[in-house]
C-alpha cells in the first residue's frame, strides 16, 4: 500500500517555486529572454517536470500578473482608511499605493512592463483589473471635483498620470538611499496635491 503525500510535501512547494523563480528572471532579464530550461534550472528541476504545473511560458507570465493584481486589490480593500473626505482618501491612497509597491518591487516592473507580451484574451484579463485599481483613484478624484476639492479638468487621464508617477517610485528607489519609504510617501504627496490642483 502507498504512502499518501504529506502536505507541504515537494510538489506543494514546486508550484510556488517555479511562479518565484519565473518573476525574479522575467524581472531581472526580461520575458522574452528568459526560456523555460532556464526557469526550471533556477528551481533546481528537470524542465519537463515545469510542464506538470504550467502548459506555457505565457500562462506562467499570465498568472503572475493576474495573481499580482488580484492582490493588490485585496490589499487596498483591507488597508484601514477614512471614507469620508476625497482629500484624507486620496492621501490614504498615496500612502497605500508606494508602501505596497516599494515592497514587490519585481511584480511591479513585470506588471508594468511585460503587459505588451500578453496574448490578446490575457491582455484583456489583465486590462480589466488594473482598470479596477485605477477606478478605486478616479472615484476619489471625481468625489473631490465635484466637492471642490481638487481642480482637474480630465479625471481619467489625471488617474493613470497620477498612478504612472508613484508607480515610478520603483526605478530609482533603494532601501539603504537618502529617503526611507515613509519620507518618499510625503514627497510625492506633495506633488500629487499639486497635481489635482490642491493648495
Known amino acids: 500500500m502507498g504512502m499518501a503525500r504529506r502536505t507541504g510535501s515537494r510538489s506543494d512547494r514546486t508550484g510556488p517555486a517555479i511562479d518565484a523563480a519565473a518573476e525574479r528572471l522575467f524581472a531581472r532579464r526580461g520575458y522574452a529572454a528568459v526560456t523555460m530550461r532556464q ?8 524542465v519537463g517536470a515545469l510542464y506538470l504545473y504550467t502548459p506555457d511560458k505565457q500562462t506562467l507570465l499570465f498568472r503572475l500578473l493576474r495573481g499580482h493584481l488580484e492582490e493588490l486589490l485585496a490589499a487596498w480593500n483591507a488597508y484601514p482608511g477614512p471614507d469620508g473626505r476625497a482629500d484624507q482618501r486620496l492621501e490614504n491612497f498615496v500612502r497605500f499605493h508606494i508602501g505596497y509597491h516599494l515592497s514587490r518591487p519585481d511584480a511591479v516592473f513585470i506588471a508594468n512592463m511585460e503587459l505588451r507580451n500578453l496574448e490578446a ?19 476619489i478624484l471625481d468625489d473631490g471635483v465635484q466637492d471642490g476639492t481638487f481642480r482637474i479638468e480630465d479625471t481619467r487621464l ?30 510625492y504627496l506633495d506633488m500629487v496635491k499639486r497635481t489635482v490642483g490642491m493648495t
Open 39 to 46: 526557469i526550471a534550472a533556477e528551481v533546481g528541476v528537470q
Open 158 to 187: 489625471t488617474t493613470r498620470a497620477v498612478i504612472a508617477m508613484l508607480t515610478g517610485v520603483i526605478t530609482w528607489f533603494r532601501p539603504d538611499g537618502p529617503l526611507n519609504a515613509d519620507e518618499v510617501a510625503e514627497a
Open 121 to 139: 484574451r490575457n491582455f484583456r484579463i489583465i486590462g480589466g483589473l488594473r482598470g479596477a485599481y485605477e477606478g478605486v483613484l478616479r472615484d
